[in-house]
């Protein structure tokens, strides 16, 4: 089984930038696919970004295509989430999660950790 733990969050001025990482346990990291999630207040949990088990391949929301960049790094086990050009509509609680397979539910998450967005 996979742990998950959030980083990098916290409060900042629209425009400017975070990088979230998140953190995996457990030896086969590399064979996980892995996404970004986010959830707003009083809104559903929406997808943000994915990644394959090489990081040659990502996908993006349309919402932030263009300001964020997925990426990992397989010998830290460890994935992250690069936000550029932030607005105060990006607020939320940030998570990350992870499945075994290119397709499908992810039954892995991590807590979440809050970014602001002020404008």
């Known amino acids: 089984q996979v742990q998950l733990v959030e980083s990098g969050g916290g409060l900042v001025q629209a425009g400017g930038s975070l990088r979230l990482s998140c953190a995996a346990s457990?030896?086969?990291?590399?064979?996980?696919?892995m996404g970004w999630f986010r959830q707003a207040p009083g809104k559903e949990r929406e997808f943000v970004a994915s990644?394959?088990?090489?990081?040659?391949?990502?996908y993006y929301a349309d919402s932030v295509k263009g300001r964020f960049t997925i990426s990992r790094d397989n010998a830290k086990n460890t994935v992250f989430l690069q936000m550029n050009s932030l607005k105060p509509e990006d607020t939320a609680v940030y998570y990350c999660?992870?499945?075994?397979?290119?397709?499908?539910?992810?039954?892995?998450w991590g807590q979440g950790t809050q970014v602001t967005v002020s404008s």
């Open positions: 999660a992870s499945r075994r397979s290119s397709v499908g539910d992810y039954p892995y």
């Open positions: 457990g030896p086969t990291f590399s064979r996980y696919y």
């Open positions: 990644i394959n088990w090489s990081g040659d391949s990502t």
